[in-house]
């Protein structure tokens, strides 16, 4: 039997109909920008295995050190207990971090760093004296698979078992020119009642719902008016973080800092998960108290793993270099090449970029997990590219090392679809 046989008798994977979807490629081996099946083909990874391996697959200077700190210290309890590579990662990542950041908490994935956000966002009012129950989301925003997580994402036909368990959430459209008057009047009219305890945004980026690009500008007023009241500004930055967007953090392209941000996916470059919530330390010091229970009682068995850390410093020692900061400014400016040749296709419906982040919307309509989509991933697999369309979005983030030959080989094969779709 070969692995993908192996993989039906007890595998359940992800986010999959298994009754229409049994079958899963293996793959065997990964470097740089390729991933290579257990038939001996290769395929470029046009989306870095969901944002996470922007450094390569296997990136050498980051599996030798990963390598040396698992000889050294393979985990230890973060309660009670303290370790260099955490506290290095801390000193390195608040660098990098917008100004107001002190803290860092860790989890281990993304959808629990935004659980570790709302609960730090309750029990800071809570431990004020104020019972304030509410968040504020943006609508079609993405956040997580957890409870908390999901509840302050958009709705989705997929959630619908548990929509009753839900958070309470209310859900606001992406402030734009447009509309901004409106969804500003709304903001005020929810605050006003003083039971909103946070704000949560993906900023600029909304990954999940195709790569859905908005303004700095309506997002930076929302998070002034929730400053001034007493509303924390949670930044989703799990898949824009690290570089993706041009900056180091999409919060970056804010005046407004957020108080609290959610980090993974890049954060360990795809080694090993591992998440962070940083905060502020006014969001800290609501902890502080003789009272323990005024601490923050949330904790998980491998916060903080040494492994995990050291991976993450890695990756934001080369996030930082120049080969990297120069590949991203290369990629930027090739997805604009490849931007204006295609941009009036006709089977082109709009195109949008943020950073290294492009995406091109078809014009055709489908379900988002619909045939089509299907058809489109297999037709971009039997090419030799790995890309994951999104309803009618295909999109790219591959990883920084791609090379330009690789680049100009996701594009062709993407103009091979505009012609045969
Ligand atoms: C992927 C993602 C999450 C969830 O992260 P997991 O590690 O899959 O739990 C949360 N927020 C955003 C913006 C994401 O892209």
Redesign the pocket.
Known sequence: MNLTERDKKHLWHPLTQHQLHPNHLAITKAKDALLYDDQGNEYIDGIASWYTCMYGHCNEYITQKVSEQMQQLDHVVFAGFTHEPAIKLSEELIKILPENQEKIFFSD???TS?DVAIKMALQYHFNQGEKRGKIIALEDG????TFG?MSVSGLSVYNGPFEDFFIDVERIPVPTQENFEEVKTQFLQLISEHKVAAFIY?PLVQ??AAMKMFDAKFLNELIEIAHKNNVLAIA?E??TGFGKTGKHFASDYLENKPDIICM??SLTAGLVPMAITSCSQKVYDAFLSHDIAKGFFHGHTYSANPVACIAALAGIELLQSEEIQQNIQRIIKSHQEFDAKIKQHSKVKSTRQKGVIYALDLNVEMERYGDLRYKLFNFFMENGVFLRPLGNTIYILAPFVITNDQLQKVYSVIEKVLDTF
Request: net charge negative; glycine share 18%; hydrophobic share 35%.
């Open positions: 994935n993304g959808s935004v993405f956040h997580g698979d997580a993906e990954g999940a989703d799990v898949m993974s996916k």
